[in-house]
Antibody
Framework: EVQLVQSGAEVKKPGESLKISCEAS????????IGWVRQMPGKGLEWMGI????????RYSPSFQGHVTISADRSISTAYLQWSSLDDSDTAMYYC?????????????WGQGTLVTVSS | DIVMTQSPDSLAVSLGERATINCKSS????????????LAWYQQKPGQPPKLLLY???TREFGVPDRFSGSGSGTDFTLTISSLQAEDVALYYC??????????FGQGTRLEIK
């Protein structure tokens, strides 16, 4: 059974760094792209970027490029989303999701989400 | 970037009636070499992650009830729920996955019971 299990909720202050995780199981982690999607409170879904764990090829939405970093550790089948300096506008639910086949494909399995709250 | 625009923003339909949600892309998401529309639909219930309903604009994901159907091509697409059930109350999103990233979502449509 394919599963994506995300790390728990985080409460941070502006300017702090953060790294959240998404542990995959039930499939070959290195053979599928994994993406990250943001959902700000009461708002819609925003596609942030993707990584191919097989070779760490990473693509970002221009809206998020330079503000977040996506990475993966093949040895533990885990993808990451990290910030070096959070601000209030990063308060959101963040989902990881698997791209079914190739980067240009739909998202077939989703993590449960990680709620990030940034507040002074 | 391809902009996805859904209509309406919210919709109230009686139980057993048909619900129709539209999605328009700012450029065609039909890939001529394989004649496939690079468009997916998702359902999101409160407190849950999105769930894939349809891909290639009209192919149902395994386990999705057949009351959900998708149609359209190029830039204009429709999600239809043929007979609304109480459990269909949710937010619905379209997403294009054409070409190079970003693979943008529509703004969402809220579906409620009338």
């Amino acid at each position: 059974e394919v599963q994506l299990v995300q790390s728990g909720a985080e409460v941070k202050k502006p300017g702090e760094s953060l790294k959240i995780s998404c542990e995959a199981s039930g499939y070959s982690f290195t053979s599928y792209w994994i993406g990250w999607v943001r959902q700000m409170p009461g708002k819609g879904l925003e596609w942030m970027g993707i990584i191919y764990p097989g070779d760490s090829d990473t693509r970002y939405s221009p809206s998020f490029q330079g503000h977040v970093t996506i990475s993966a550790d093949r040895s533990i089948s885990t993808a990451y989303l990290q910030w070096s300096s959070l601000d209030d506008s990063d308060t959101a639910m963040y989902y990881c999701a698997r791209h079914e086949g190739g980067s240009s494909s739909w998202l077939d399995y989703w993590g449960q989400g990680t709620l990030v709250t940034v507040s002074s | 970037d391809i902009v996805m625009t859904q209509s309406p923003d919210s919709l109230a339909v009686s139980l057993g009636e048909r619900a129709t949600i539209n999605c328009k892309s700012s450029q065609s998401v039909l890939y001529s070499s394989n004649n496939k529309n690079y468009l997916a639909w998702y359902q999101q219930k409160p407190g849950q992650p999105p769930k894939l309903l349809l891909y290639w604009a009209s192919t149902r994901e395994f386990g999705v009830p057949d009351r959900f159907s998708g149609s359209g091509s190029g830039t204009d697409f429709t999600l239809t729920i043929s007979s609304l059930q109480a459990e269909d109350v949710a937010l619905y999103y379209c997403q294009q996955y054409y070409g190079t990233p970003p693979y943008t979502f529509g703004q969402g449509t809220r579906l409620e019971i009338k």
